[in-house]
C-alpha cells in the first residue's frame, strides 16, 4: 500500500474509532512505528488529525466521547485489572466514599465486597444500580439532569450536594489525563461536577487505562497534582509513569 492510501486508510480509521494509536496502525498496516509516525504527522499538518500521545483523534474532536456500551468494552481487561486494584485503596471501618461516573469506577463498584461497610456518594445511575442493593453500603445518589451519554446527573443539584458533603475518598474517572493539560473530558457539565467531586473529598484515587494518557479534551477540570493516586495499566511506560510521580502524583501500574 502507497503512503497516500494509508493516509487515507488511518484517517477513515480515526473517524470511525475517534482515536488512533500508532502500535495498532503499524501492526495493521504492516510498517514501522516511525512509518506510522511520518504518516500521522503528514495528516496532522493537512490538519486532518490532531496528534497526541501515541496516537491521533480526528480534527475537530476534542469534544468525541463514546458512549456508554461502547466504554465498558474498550480495554475491559485493563480496566477489570485496575479495578480490582483500587479495593486496596478502600478506607476501612465505616468511611465514605464517591464514586465517580466511568466504566472503570462502575467496575469497582460492582466488585465491593459483601462485608463493606461504607458510606458511598455517586452521580452515576449505572453505578447507584449495582449497589442499590448491597447490604453493607448506606448509598447516597445525587441528583441532577441527567446526561444521556453517560447516565450522570450533572447542572446545579448535582453541584449543590457535592458542595455539602466531605468524603475520605475519591474514585475518579478521566477520558484524558497528563502532566501538561491536566484532567480533562469532553462535557463542561460533567467536569464542573468532577471538579466538585474532587474538592469534596480528602484523598482522590484517579482509575484511567494508560491509552487515556495524553489524550487532551475540550473541558479541562483540574491538575493532575489534585490526584494522590494513579492506578493504570502496564500500557503506560516507566518512564511516563517516573514524569508523573516526580509531579507528586503516586503512580500504580498493574
Do not use: C
Request: proline residues 4%; glycine residues 8%.
Amino acid at each position: 500500500m502507497y503512503g497516500p492510501e494509508r493516509q487515507q486508510e488511518i484517517l477513515r480509521l480515526a473517524r470511525e474509532g475517534g482515536r488512533v494509536d500508532v502500535l495498532s496502525l503499524a501492526e495493521t498496516f504492516q510498517v514501522t512505528a516511525e512509518t506510522v509516525r511520518r504518516d500521522l504527522k503528514a495528516l496532522d499538518r493537512a490538519g486532518l488529525v490532531r496528534r497526541v500521545h501515541g496516537g491521533a483523534i480526528p480534527a475537530g474532536r476534542l469534544d468525541f466521547e463514546p458512549d456508554l456500551a461502547e466504554r465498558e468494552s474498550t480495554a475491559a481487561d485493563e480496566k477489570d485489572r485496575i479495578a480490582h486494584a483500587a479495593l486496596a485503596e478502600l478506607p476501612t471501618g465505616e468511611a465514605s466514599v464517591i464514586l465517580d461516573a466511568g466504566s472503570t469506577v462502575a467496575r469497582v463498584a460492582a466488585n465491593l465486597p459483601l462485608d463493606s461497610a461504607l458510606t458511598v456518594v455517586t452521580h452515576s445511575l449505572p453505578t447507584a444500580a449495582r449497589l442499590a442493593d448491597h447490604p453493607g453500603i448506606q448509598l447516597h445518589l445525587v441528583g441532577g439532569r441527567v446526561r444521556q451519554r453517560t447516565r450522570a446527573a450533572v447542572d446545579a443539584w448535582a453541584l449543590r450536594a457535592y458542595g455539602e458533603i466531605r468524603a475520605d475518598v475519591l474514585f475518579l474517572a478521566a477520558n484524558g489525563f497528563s502532566a501538561e493539560h491536566g484532567l480533562t473530558t469532553p462535557d463542561l457539565a460533567e467536569a464542573a461536577v468532577k471538579r466538585a467531586a474532587v474538592a469534596a473529598a480528602r484523598r482522590v484515587v484517579l482509575l484511567a487505562d494508560s491509552a487515556k494518557h495524553g489524550q487532551e479534551h475540550f473541558a479541562r477540570f483540574g491538575d493532575l497534582s489534585a490526584v494522590d493516586l494513579l492506578i493504570t495499566d502496564q500500557g503506560l511506560s516507566p518512564e511516563d509513569a517516573a514524569a508523573i510521580e516526580r509531579a507528586g502524583t503516586e503512580v500504580v501500574r498493574v
